[in-house]
């Protein structure tokens, strides 16, 4: 949770005139009165002294310094409005306006309290040195013995380093990747283990790249390097690693040296084993998915072809020379043959087998692709592949799913349309361009559901507007909702999803009447949770199988995502260690047997009324909001918040909950116990239906509770700290 404050320099400081040094003659306390201090000071700018004819001064402990004399010798430029009353004070892409005897100032047009104001004292404008320094990301220091102030420029805030090289080195089972960046100070490094592709993730802030290399793997622990501008002041490199690898990395300078150890694993049909497959627990944001840069060709350089064989094995290192003899299921001859045909650009997929009874086809997400199940076919345990290129499909894997079930897995392009027949004794299954635009479906892990982009179908949040009326069927399996077509541009037709949650959904305009209709086919009863994100432009519809009467579920809120960061302190947002922690968490639970509920899985926006609509509609028993404190660097400790008077049937309160969340945090991590507070006003406690918490790990701003934020330790001990509390919380209820 983001409180912004700089702790400025404390009244420690005195001032008194020499040479090159200020004369810090006076002070002034909150009324205003002006004492006499003692004592000579010096400031130093990038290691030059600095000379003014005004002295600095102390107000309320807190030091103002001339804004012209200090900040234009570190390049900045400085306003002012003598009409407003405003100073401003410009570097780079930092913008900070102060406005005299007012505590608020605008740092990049984000409102931020000080503790003490601009001020001006004898003509000349004095502003609090400590604040706009930091605001500008300048260190500043203070040397008792030598009473030096020191104001420097950040090597990291103001130089851009470059990322000029990326060197893989093959070292037996510790594989190393160098990156080579020119005056670079600061990284973040985290792995995802995910059921699809496990990955290393390296995140460069103020870096931009200058290579333009492929980079060349065979390594049995390194599938393939890639690297992008992620954002316009991070670059990002991504190890796709098998689900062994280990790593570690030597900081040295303009130098990144990744090691990367492990054991090989065979490539194994199960990548997508499940219908609903979870990440596991690294759960920092998902990174933007980029070229792969191996030594496979481009699409460019594979001719699309007509009809492609049955293909050869891949060996654990993924490279296109590997290959193996594919071992039988049981000794038995496999029956499975798998082809791809593209005839005038219609792409099929043909399957022969003995047989095809039973078989069933599911769209999964996030990778997008189609997976066919076939009951007592037989083919090789280790996953084989077809690399096709095709303009929907991409590749074709296949292997073994269970004993008696052999999966065919198609990596497409988007959400594309499907259908499939018997032809000439082979399944077929034909691929077509997606048909709608402007909706995406999504069925990975606990959300499930669609978005609508550039339609609004709800206004507001506390007091919510519906643009549209929704109705179930007799047998509630189909709901339909009906809008005005104003609201959402979307085109007609059937979308097949075939998943355990919906058969298809279609949607519909009635030109007389001037509406559009979507109605979701489902297997069972759901509730759909509509809400839709100004900020985003979109509609979220979000399909929910609320607990029974009964049941006892817990809804695990990650703070932040997307576009909101949430705190930022050491080049880390506080993003970040929320989704880490609550991923753990809800792992643990779903371990358990404990039905459980997470907000987001990904690096994801959602609107705080958003997330407490769906605990609601989930008949959720609890909901825990996981977050990180930002204030003064001092500032440590562990809090926990709660709304006051929320009490459930059985008369366990908010607070209690509170208090057993707090209790297990302090026993288990020993930060400081700040204690449990009532805070009223929060959305995501107040629009909450049951008793709800929110958890404030650590300070990010404090450099001992970042360091314990950055332990994977540190980071399941507060999951396992949690996870107690919720059976508590149960047991109590």
């Known amino acids: 949770m983001k409180k912004i404050g700089e702790v400025l320099l404390t009244s420690a400081i005195s001032f008194a005139m020499v040479s090159t040094s200020f004369a810090a003659n006076s002070s002034v306390t909150n009324n205003n009165t002006i004492h006499k201090n003692q004592g000579t000071i010096s400031i130093k700018v990038n290691g030059a002294a600095v000379k003014s004819d005004t002295a600095p001064i102390i107000v ?45 100032a605008s740092v990049n047009n984000k409102s931020v309290e000080m503790d003490v104001p601009a001020k001006i004292i004898n003509s000349r404008t004095m502003i609090p040195l400590r604040f706009v320094g930091e605001q500008l990301n300048m260190e500043v220091g203070w040397n008792a013995d030598e009473k030096l102030v020191t104001v420097n420029s950040k090597k990291s805030g103001n130089v851009m380093a470059k990322l000029d090289n990326i060197v893989y080195t093959p070292d037996g089972k510790n594989d190393k990747v160098t990156l080579h960046i020119t005056n670079y100070s600061d990284y973040n490094i985290f792995k995802i283990d995910d059921p699809d592709k496990n990955r290393i ?161 599911t769209r999964y997400t996030e990778p997008d692709r189609i997976a066919i199940d076939i009951p007592n076919a037989k083919t090789s345990k280790d996953q084989q592949t077809i690399n096709v290129n095709g303009k929907y499909i991409k590749k074709i894997r296949y292997a073994m799913f269970d004993e008696k079930t052999a999966r065919v897995v198609l990596d497409v392009s988007g959400q594309v349309q499907f259908k499939s027949d018997i032809e000439d004794g082979k399944l077929v299954v034909s691929v077509d361009a997606p048909l709608f635009r402007n909706i995406k479906y999504s069925n990975m892990g606990d959300r499930v559901g669609f978005t609508l982009k550039g339609a609004t179908l709800t206004e507001g949040g506390e007091s919510l507007k519906k643009h549209y009326t929704g109705h179930y069927s007799e047998n509630n399996t189909v709901y339909t909702i009906t809008f005005p077509s104003s609201q959402a541009d979307l085109d007609e037709g059937t979308m097949y999803i075939d998943d355990k949650y919906l058969k298809s959904i279609e949607i519909k305009k009635d030109s007389a009447k001037k509406t559009t209709s979507i109605t979701f086919n489902a297997t069972e009863k759901f509730v759909y949770n509509i809400f839709s994100r100004s900020n985003l432009n979109d509609t979220a519809i979000t399909i929910l199988k609320p607990a029974l009467p009964g049941e006892k579920l817990v809804v695990i809120d990650p703070g932040h995502g997307g576009s909101e960061p949430g705190a930022e302190s050491f080049g880390t947002v506080e993003k970040t260690f929320n989704l880490d922690i609550s991923m753990r968490l809800d792992k643990l639970l779903k371990q358990a047997g404990i039905k459980s509920y997470i907000i987001r899985e990904e690096d994801a926006y959602i609107g705080l009324y958003e997330r407490a609509y769906i605990a609601n509609d989930l008949n959720a028993s609890l909901f825990l909001s996981i977050h990180n404190n930002a204030y003064y660097s001092k500032e440590r400790g562990t809090e926990t918040l709660y709304f006051p008077n929320r009490t459930n049937s059985a008369g366990f309160t908010s607070k209690r909950f509170a208090q057993i969340i707090q209790d297990n945090l302090i026993n288990t991590l020993n930060t400081k116990n700040r204690g449990i507070v009532e805070r009223p006003n929060l959305v995501v406690l107040k629009a909450t239906k049951m008793p709800a918490a929110l958890a404030e790990i650590a300070f990010m701003t404090n450099k001992d509770d970042f360091a314990l934020l950055q332990s994977d330790s540190f980071k399941q001990k507060t999951a396992e700290a949690l996870y107690k509390s919720i059976l508590k919380g149960f047991s109590e209820m």
């Open 201 to 361: 993730v390296v995140d460069l802030p103020n870096t931009s790249m200058t290579i333009k290399n492929k980079i060349n793997i065979k390594s049995a622990q390194i599938k393939a390097v890639r690297y992008s501008q992620f954002e316009e002041k991070v670059a990002r490199v991504v190890l796709d690693v098998n689900d062994k690898a280990q790593y570690k990395v030597e900081k040295l300078p303009d130098k990144l040296v990744l090691s990367i150890a492990g054991t090989s694993t065979s490539s194994r049909g199960d990548e997508d084993r499940g219908e609903t497959p979870t990440s596991s627990v690294t759960p920092t944001p998902t990174p933007t998915m980029t070229p792969t840069i191996t030594s496979t060709p481009t699409p460019s350089e594979l001719p699309t072809p007509t009809i492609v064989p049955t293909p050869t094995p891949a060996s654990s290192d993924n490279s296109p020379e590997a290959t193996s003899t594919p071992d039988p299921v049981n000794g038995q001859d496999e029956n499975l043959e798998v082809k791809y045909s593209n005839e005038n650009s219609r792409e099929k997929v043909l399957i022969n087998a003995e047989s095809y009874s039973g078989y069933h086809i």
């Open 60 to 104: 309320d402990n807190r030091t103002l310094v001339p804004a012209r004399a200090i900040f234009e010798q570190l390049g900045a430029r400085i306003t002012w409005d003598e009409k407003t009353g405003q100073v401003g004070v410009e570097l780079g892409d930092y913008k900070i306006l102060l406005t005299i005897n007012n505590n608020k």
